[in-house]
């Protein structure tokens, strides 16, 4: 079964920290991975989106990176700033290109001043 | 430019009530996506339309649920004799080329349904 796992569930950390949220799959026939935000009450904001032949994109302080072989998926993010607040989730494409995404729990993420 | 939106926001109904939720997608997007997010799950993929292309329904939950595209562009998804256990929050996305794997999904904002 096509499963992805995020852990932690929740963090929380004051402002300025660097900080990595970890996603892990179980398929590494993986077409394409997608780092997204959800605010409360709000759809999904696109943040990064990686193609199995790429290792990493990188959008201003957000960097994710990309490791088939070990099942895993990384977003680093520099400097937190207290906007960064949010749940992120992540999400793999196993559908061979037909964006069909199957999703994360998410980490719930709370920085504080 | 304006984004995916979706009506109503907010839904409460009777268990056994039929509901439509409606998604209008970014305009020229060919690829439209239901999702549903129930309280502590994460997001489950429901249905897919591609241009003209017949649906993927391989993730409806059971056959109460349907979805129809209408010109190609305006969702709507009916849920019939709603259970307690459909309330979440649908969301729908579009993108441009669904079938070329690099394209981002752009998400509306949800409808919240509560069957009581």
């Known amino acids: 079964k096509q499963e992805v796992t995020q852990i932690p569930a929740a963090l929380s950390v004051p402002e300025g920290e660097n900080l990595v949220l970890n996603c892990s799959f179980t398929?590494?026939?993986?077409?394409?991975l997608q780092w997204f935000r959800q605010d409360p009450g709000k759809g999904l904001t696109s943040l990064l989106l990686?193609?199995?032949?790429?290792r990493e994109q990188t959008s201003g302080r957000l960097n994710a990176s990309l490791d088939k072989s070990s099942g895993r998926s990384t977003l680093y993010i520099a400097a937190s700033q207290p906007g960064d607040s949010a749940t992120y989730l992540c999400?793999?494409?196993?559908?061979?290109?037909?964006?069909?995404?199957?999703f994360g729990a998410g980490t719930r993420l709370a920085v504080h001043p | 430019g304006a984004g995916v939106s979706q009506s109503p926001s907010n839904k409460v109904t009777e268990k056994g009530k039929d509901v439509e939720l409606r998604c209008d997608p970014i305009?020229?997007?060919?690829?439209l996506y239901w999702y549903r997010q129930s309280l502590g799950q994460g997001l489950e993929f429901l249905i897919y339309?591609?241009?003209?292309?017949?649906?993927?329904k391989s993730g409806l939950p059971s056959d109460r649920f349907s979805a129809e595209r209408t010109g190609g562009s305006v969702s709507t998804l009916t849920i019939q004799r709603t259970q307690q256990e459909d309330s979440a929050v649908y969301l729908c996305?579009?993108?441009?080329?669904?079938?070329?794997?690099?394209?981002?999904?752009?998400f509306g904002p949800g409808t919240r349904l509560t069957v009581l």
């Open positions: 996305a579009s993108s441009e080329v669904g079938s070329a794997g690099t394209d981002t999904q752009y």
């Open positions: 398929d590494s026939a993986i077409y394409n």
């Open positions: 990686i193609q199995s032949s790429q």
């Open positions: 999400a793999a494409d196993f559908s061979g290109g037909y964006n069909k995404l199957i």
């Open positions: 305009s020229g997007h060919t690829a």
């Open positions: 339309f591609q241009g003209n292309s017949a649906p993927d």
